[in-house]
């Protein structure tokens, strides 16, 4: 049969053209999920007590110096119970090390004291600059040695610590990170302390790009300030409105108050008591002030670690760094110290439930650094700030 004008057969068959057909391109399939791993902590309290207690008195036994053999202890305990991928880590490092270290610096300061008196005997101080001077030195010294045990410190860990036999190494000079660090932290009060975040992660940048795990080294590049400044700022002014309020009642008020207890026990001790309170009390407020930019800060730097194809993940919170930063401090500081190992279990748990590694491990694939290891331990770090652990 012949179509009619339409295309349509009397039959009632269709015999137009057929409409073409369209191409329908596969769905790609799924990227495959990268593995993440949780940083697992599984230490006991009642451990953590028992390794303090027996430090304590053996550190009381020896006049202070088995402090530093007792600090490898519980340090090497705490190491063990934190694993990734079910495999944990080791710390290697020695008391003796950690001793030799105390000792070196114990010699520098003496030196530095013999030098400071000699200089102040043999020139004429007849001014108040010249001694103005001696002592701007001295502060910049302590500065400049306080930056050079934060490099050293974190050198002597990474090549202390083991996992899966894998060793991590740091390169690089001291010094010159507490040169830079001294050139960058003059920045903060010329710039009205506004550029704090910007020399907190340079020079964070500076040590994090100088480490490796194993022959792989770690990457931390393009971490802008820009992100968490507005966070920043905002603690900034809650600060500063703090200081002017804090001021006032500090000058009138808390004053009043003590002046009757001044009367009763004749002044002794109590301006020093209250400039104690006054300090505790404000440095407590101005943290939890800070603990949302310093939560920011720490999630913002996560993003931007790499090593070869493992990222790292942080994930803290503004109460996290409340507890760690105000509680646990006011908690040891009001049990004179006692509460220390409950202190360390917790910052230890939260450490571990804010990190996570992201991508493959593959430790078959990496290789033992070539370079030497630190000689000497945290002597310098143990006069400046001991820390936690």
């Given at each position: 049969?012949?179509?009619?004008?339409?295309?349509?057969?009397?039959?009632?068959?269709?015999?137009?053209?057929?409409?073409?057909?369209?191409?329908?391109?596969?769905?790609?399939?799924?990227?495959?999920?990268?593995?993440?791993?949780?940083?697992?902590?599984?230490?006991?309290?009642?451990?953590?007590?028992?390794?303090?207690?027996?430090?304590?008195?053996?550190?009381?036994?020896?006049?202070?110096?088995?402090?530093?053999?007792?600090?490898?202890?519980?340090?090497?305990?705490?190491?063990?119970?934190?694993?990734?991928?079910?495999?944990?880590?080791?710390?290697?490092?020695?008391?003796?090390?950690?001793?030799?270290?105390?000792?070196?610096?114990?010699?520098?300061?003496?030196?530095?004291?013999?030098?400071?008196?000699?200089?102040?005997?043999?020139?004429?101080?007849?001014?108040?600059?010249?001694?103005?001077?001696?002592?701007?030195?001295?502060?910049?010294?302590?500065?400049?040695?306080?930056?050079?045990?934060?490099?050293?410190?974190?050198?002597?860990?990474?090549?202390?610590?083991?996992?899966?036999?894998?060793?991590?190494?740091?390169?690089?000079?001291?010094?010159?990170?507490?040169?830079?660090?001294?050139?960058?932290?003059?920045?903060?009060?010329?710039?009205?302390?506004?550029?704090?975040?910007?020399?907190?992660?340079?020079?964070?940048?500076?040590?994090?790009?100088?480490?490796?795990?194993?022959?792989?080294?770690?990457?931390?590049?393009?971490?802008?300030?820009?992100?968490?400044?507005?966070?920043?700022?905002?603690?900034?002014?809650?600060?500063?409105?703090?200081?002017?309020?804090?001021?006032?009642?500090?000058?009138?008020?808390?004053?009043?108050?003590?002046?009757?207890?001044?009367?009763?026990?004749?002044?002794?001790?109590?301006?020093?008591?209250?400039?104690?309170?006054?300090?505790?009390?404000?440095?407590?407020?101005?943290?939890?002030?800070?603990?949302?930019?310093?939560?920011?800060?720490?999630?913002?730097?996560?993003?931007?670690?790499?090593?070869?194809?493992?990222?790292?993940?942080i994930h803290s919170t503004r109460g996290m760094f409340i507890k760690h930063?105000?509680?646990?401090?006011?908690?040891?500081?009001?049990?004179?110290?006692?509460?220390?190992?409950?202190?360390?279990?917790?910052?230890?748990?939260?450490?571990?439930?804010?990190?996570?590694?992201?991508?493959?491990?593959?430790?078959?694939?990496?290789?033992?650094?070539?370079?030497?290891?630190?000689?000497?331990?945290?002597?310098?770090?143990?006069?400046?700030?001991?820390?936690?652990?």
């Open positions: 049969m012949s179509p009619d004008a339409d295309g349509q057969a009397s039959d009632g068959q269709w015999y137009g053209e057929l409409a073409p057909t369209v191409a329908i391109s596969p769905v790609p399939p799924p990227l495959p999920l990268l593995p993440r791993y949780e940083l697992v902590y599984d230490g006991r309290l009642r451990t953590l007590y028992q390794l303090f207690f027996r430090n304590l008195l053996l550190t009381f036994a020896t006049c202070g110096v088995y402090y530093f053999w007792g600090k490898v202890r519980l340090r090497q305990y705490l190491w063990s119970r934190l694993s990734v991928d079910g495999y944990r880590f080791e710390f290697r490092g020695r008391g003796g090390e950690m001793f030799k270290g105390f000792l070196m610096i114990l010699a520098g300061l003496a030196v530095w004291g013999v030098v400071s008196t000699v200089i102040e005997f043999s020139i004429e101080f007849n001014d108040y600059v010249s001694r103005a001077a001696l002592a701007l030195g001295t502060v910049l010294l302590i500065f400049f040695l306080a930056f050079v045990a934060q490099f050293s410190a974190q050198r002597y860990r990474l090549t202390r610590t083991r996992w899966r036999g894998i060793g991590g190494s740091m390169r690089g000079s001291a010094l010159i990170y507490a040169l830079k660090a001294m050139a960058l932290m003059a920045l903060v009060p010329i710039s009205l302390f506004q550029a704090r975040p910007f020399v907190s992660l340079r020079l964070l940048e500076h040590r994090l790009n100088r480490v490796s795990i194993g022959d792989r080294p770690v990457s931390f590049v393009g971490c802008k300030a820009g992100k968490i400044y507005g966070r920043y700022l905002l603690g900034c002014f809650g600060v500063v409105l703090l200081t002017i309020l804090f001021g006032i009642v500090a000058s009138v008020v808390i004053r009043q108050a003590f002046s009757w207890l001044a009367n009763l026990f004749f002044g002794l001790g109590l301006e020093a008591l209250v400039g104690v309170v006054s300090y505790v009390v404000f440095s407590c407020a101005s943290t939890l002030l800070m603990a949302g930019f310093w939560a920011r800060y720490w999630n913002h730097v996560g993003s931007y670690v790499h090593c070869g194809k493992v990222t790292l993940d930063r105000v509680v646990h401090f006011l908690a040891i500081l009001f049990s004179f110290g006692l509460v220390y190992p409950w202190a360390l279990h917790r910052v230890t748990r939260f450490f571990a439930q804010s990190v996570t590694v992201t991508g493959e491990l593959a430790p078959e694939q990496l290789g033992q650094s070539n370079l030497t290891g630190a000689a000497i331990g945290e002597g310098l770090l143990n006069a400046f700030d001991p820390g936690f652990i």
